[in-house]
């Protein structure tokens, strides 16, 4: 009940000042912990306590980690972190458009750098799954090398490594999706994995944004290397035309409910593909999942596991209980043991969002 109200009081708040008074009040451990069922999944070599992570850009210094894995997430995805601290675009920079369930952001990766995130994340416990998403500073002149040195300094913390090259507010970040850019992306990252001696499992995460045969090119640029797979999606910089919002036209990524139906494409474009290819690979599907029925889907059509970031600024710190309770009363209704059961199951989109439904 106090979160109840403490989260409505927080909606009142401007959008950034709003996320800034999460990230302190989880990193004081003033948040909710709710008991949430098991419902464990492999993702590539790591065994998730269940299938819902908490996306990037909510504790981007890895200040909050674990009060936000507290609440209830199977996976916490610090950052996106950068070598350099940097201020991020000028404010206002982030936006909520209730209305649509949906959230636009143009923060611009505002971090306090590597060296930060580091002793942030040197206090980590070991009960949890945490990802650490890597970026490139803004002036950077060599974005790869970027990636060689956040790998190489803070893969030691991970459990696994999310290679941000699909982040739409910094100038150039994007086209590191393309062939050779992105190849040279991953040999530096993997270079820096080697200079550090870790060898932690590396996903990469493109944006919604690419024509189906943009995104499978970038994906089999990526499958050269021994990555552990993607996540799909980013933000989308598209604007459907459905946006009630006064915000609608803001620059920056869209995220939330407006995204669903491109991340779902993306992660039918990318299982097909998998699949052709019979390549070993897994996909973190994230963009605009808000229930126990959307994380279903996603599954179903052969995600290893989700995220979500925009429904819970919207929707507030029970939303991951609510959903982990909802997909057991799923399972519980279906005799399914484990949800190993359902992944892949689906071929279509459609047949995936029936299944869900049931
Ligand atoms: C305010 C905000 C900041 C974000 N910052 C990052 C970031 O730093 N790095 C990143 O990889 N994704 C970032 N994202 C994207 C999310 O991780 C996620 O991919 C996207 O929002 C779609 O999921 P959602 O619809 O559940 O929010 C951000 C999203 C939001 C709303």
Redesign the pocket.
Known sequence: MVWRLASYLTQTLP?EAA?NVAVKALSLGLGPAPSVPSLPVKVGTMRWPNPLGL????D?NAEAYHGAHKLGFGAV?V??ITPLAQPGNPKPR?FRLPEDQ????R?G?N?KGMAYAAKQLAKRRSDMILGV?I?ANKLSEDKAQDYHKTAAFLAGYADYI?V?I??P?TPGLRDLQDGKALQDTLAATFAGLAEAAETKPVFV?LA?DLTATALVQSMEAALQFDIAGF?L???TIARPAHLQSRYQSEQG?L???P??AF?EASLATAMTFIKEQNASCDVIA?????TGQDVLMRLALGASAT???????LQGPDLPARILTDIAAFCDRHHITSLSEIIGTAATIEEARAFAAR
Do not use: W
């Open positions: 959008a996320h996306a990037a850009g909510f981007k995805e950052g996106t982030v949906a959230v636009i952001n923060y990766f971090g998403n970026g999310t941000n699909s982040s507010n995460k919604p996540i999606t980013n933000t990524g995220s939330g409910r995204v669903k991340s994230v963009g605009g999942i808000e995220q979500l970031y925009s429904a819970l600024s």
